[in-house]
């Protein structure tokens, strides 16, 4: 019998601690494109309970989150991570065993045009968000103690900008951002170590390449390309497309960060990336060519043969970045995670999703979203 028992622990210690560990999580920025998708990941897959924090701002949008609102598993809370008395609050009232830090500004078009609204976000909504970790922590007794972590989700364009023969970006590559939203980014990034470093806060920190996937704000390339094309509009590129980005499928994203949460070691970085380059122009002709074969051009009353007869080249941003390329062999050995849609399941899964699902689109082009903000539970204690 004793033997019994040691091995039924010893198969509880083998097993990845996401198979067996629920626990209570808050997720900042949660009706955002990634954070949406984590939190119906965290719940769905994973069984976890969520406090689902978000500002509303324009890009937060809680139809992104309205299958789960019967979860109860699920509550929501409106709330912006400066104000450092809601966040005390919310901490006080639902007592999580882990913070998921999402809420950033992250357009890089806007950081260019508005540089501040990234710095007030970015760097001192993660330093009241530290502080306000950091002073939850201290006060919880030893044992949830040990459970606790800060996980902060940041991004590749911190290490700047690669050659078309460089190697990818390790978690070992120097810092180099190029753009107010990557500069701000970077900056937060290096609070979160500080943090761990300085005060003995329990943090992760991954780092990950561009996402795309369902729910993603029609201001990003994908959804541009999608939208743009099916309405019959011209699809801009800018420069010559010649930008190679990795791109990763936002689902396995979220199964990389609950594995980074669970398992991954304390103070760690872990990279995160598709396995997926691609340059701009490629890409956007590829969507095009999907979109073809699902929904031609002239059965919608469009008088194209191809709807990639609708790009037009536009003048390139200032500071564009030429390549990002991720390596992710830490995450991979470490934590046996790899992605599980190549590039063209994904962007077939993409389209199909955009197409199937105009109502939500519909609402964010129209501006009528941002009337529908009341309808989810906003109660830190449920």
Same mark, same amino acid.
């Given at each position: 019998?004793?033997?019994?028992?040691?091995?039924?622990?010893?198969?509880?210690?083998?097993?990845?601690?996401?198979?067996?560990?629920?626990?209570?999580?808050?997720?900042?920025?949660?009706?955002?494109?990634?954070?949406?998708?984590?939190?119906?990941?965290?719940?769905?897959?994973?069984?976890?309970?969520?406090?689902?924090?978000?500002?509303?701002?324009?890009?937060?949008?809680?139809?992104?989150?309205?299958?789960?609102?019967?979860?109860?598993?699920?509550?929501?809370?409106?709330?912006?991570?400066?104000?450092?008395?809601?966040?005390?609050?919310?901490?006080?009232?639902?007592?999580?065993?882990?913070?998921?830090?999402?809420?950033?500004?992250?357009?890089?078009?806007?950081?260019? %045009?508005?540089?501040? *609204?990234?710095? =007030?976000?970015?760097?001192? @909504? +993660?330093?009241?968000?530290?502080?306000?970790?950091?002073?939850?922590?201290?006060?919880?007794?030893?044992?949830?103690?040990?459970?606790?972590?800060?996980?902060?989700?940041?991004?590749?364009?911190?290490?700047?900008?690669?050659?078309?023969?460089?190697?990818?970006?390790?978690?070992?590559?120097?810092?180099?951002?190029?753009?107010?939203?990557?500069?701000?980014?970077?900056?937060?990034?290096?609070?979160?170590?500080?943090?761990?470093?300085?005060?003995?806060?329990?943090?992760?920190?991954?780092?990950?390449?561009?996402?795309?996937?369902?729910?993603?704000?029609?201001?990003?390339?994908?959804?541009?390309?999608?939208?743009?094309?099916?309405?019959?509009?011209?699809?801009?590129?800018?420069?010559?497309?010649?930008?190679?980005?990795?791109?990763?499928?936002?689902? %396995?994203?979220?199964? *990389?960060?609950? =594995?980074?949460?669970?398992? @991954? +070691?304390?103070?760690?970085?872990?990279?995160?990336?598709?396995?997926?380059?691609?340059?701009?122009?490629?890409?956007?002709?590829?969507?095009?060519?999907?979109?073809?074969?699902?929904?031609?051009?002239?059965?919608?009353?469009?008088?194209?043969?191809?709807?990639?007869?609708?790009?037009?080249?536009?003048?390139?941003?200032?500071?564009?970045?030429?390549?990002?390329?991720?390596?992710?062999?830490?995450?991979?050995?470490?934590?046996?995670?790899?992605?599980?849609?190549?590039?063209?399941?994904?962007?077939?899964?993409?389209?199909?999703?955009?197409?199937?699902?105009?109502?939500?689109?519909?609402?964010?082009?129209?501006?009528?979203?941002?009337?529908?903000?009341?309808?989810?539970?906003?109660?830190?204690?449920?």
């Amino acid at each position: 019998m004793e033997n019994l028992i040691l091995y039924i622990l010893y198969l509880l210690i083998s097993l990845p601690s996401s198979v067996w560990l629920a626990v209570k999580i808050l997720v900042t920025g949660a009706a955002g494109f990634i954070g949406s998708n984590l939190v119906r990941h965290l719940i769905q897959d994973r069984d976890h309970e969520v406090l689902a924090v978000d500002k509303l701002t324009y890009a937060g949008n809680t139809a992104s989150l309205a299958d789960l609102e019967s979860s109860p598993k699920f509550s929501f809370l409106q709330a912006d991570i400066c104000d450092s008395a809601a966040m005390q609050q919310a901490f006080a009232e639902f007592q999580p065993d882990a913070i998921m830090h999402l809420a950033a500004e992250s357009h890089v078009d806007r950081s260019i %045009d508005g540089p501040e *609204a990234f710095i =007030q976000t970015n760097i001192m @909504g +993660t330093y009241h968000l530290l502080e306000c970790s950091r002073q939850y922590y201290e006060a919880l007794p030893e044992d949830q103690r040990s459970i606790f972590r800060f996980h902060h989700i940041s991004t590749d364009e911190v290490y700047g900008s690669l050659g078309p023969d460089d190697a990818a970006f390790s978690e070992t590559t120097p810092y180099d951002p190029h753009s107010p939203y990557s500069a701000s980014k970077a900056a937060s990034d290096h609070l979160v170590r500080a943090w761990h470093d300085t005060y003995g806060l329990p943090i992760v920190l991954t780092n990950c390449s561009n996402n795309y996937g369902p729910y993603q704000f029609p201001e990003k390339l994908i959804p541009i390309v999608i939208l743009k094309a099916i309405r019959g509009d011209a699809i801009p590129v800018y420069g010559k497309g010649e930008n190679i980005r990795d791109w990763l499928y936002v689902t %396995d994203h979220a199964r *990389a960060l609950e =594995q980074v949460l669970t398992r @991954g +070691t304390i103070g760690q970085t872990y990279n995160i990336g598709g396995d997926n380059e691609q340059r701009n122009i490629d890409l956007v002709k590829m969507i095009c060519q999907l979109l073809d074969e699902t929904r031609p051009a002239k059965d919608h009353g469009l008088e194209i043969d191809s709807y990639a007869d609708l790009i037009t080249f536009v003048t390139d941003r200032p500071g564009h970045d030429m390549r990002y390329a991720i390596d992710a062999n830490k995450i991979k050995t470490e934590l046996d995670w790899q992605p599980q849609e190549d590039f063209s399941s994904g962007f077939r899964k993409t389209i199909q999703w955009y197409l199937e699902n105009e109502t939500w689109w519909q609402s964010i082009l129209s501006g009528d979203y941002q009337l529908n903000r009341q309808g989810l539970s906003s109660d830190a204690g449920e």
